[in-house]
């Protein structure tokens, strides 16, 4: 049996290839919002607005601007509702979205 491969380390892999061949992308951090100040005590989270936006963002390397999202899930990953809708919207306004898998 092969050992599974973590989603965070999926995305680390395509991060790094998109590095490679010099695409312009990024980690798009969607989780709780931090606010405040954590050293003086006041500290309240609230849920990020941009709920459902895939895990990697980028831009094409041929000057169009136009922007590519991947939603990154392991071989059994189940990709929610919200994701389905998110990629959905993104590809209907003209990016390229899609899931990746291991």
Not at 33 to 61: E, Q
Not at 72 to 88: D, I
Request: with cysteine; aromatic share 8%.
């Amino acid at each position: 049996m092969a050992a599974k491969t973590a989603e965070g380390n999926i995305q680390r892999l395509i991060l790094d290839w998109l590095t490679i061949h010099k695409y312009y992308a990024w980690r798009n951090y969607v989780g709780a919002v931090m606010h405040g100040n954590a050293k003086k005590g006041a500290v309240r989270f609230s849920k990020n607005p941009a709920r459902g936006m895939p895990d990697i963002m980028g831009l094409l390397k041929n000057g169009s601007g136009r922007l590519f999202a991947i939603e990154v899930k392991t071989e059994t990953g189940r990709v929610a509702p919200h994701q389905k809708e998110r990629l959905a919207a993104l590809n209907c306004n003209g990016a390229i979205a899609f899931v990746a898998r291991d």
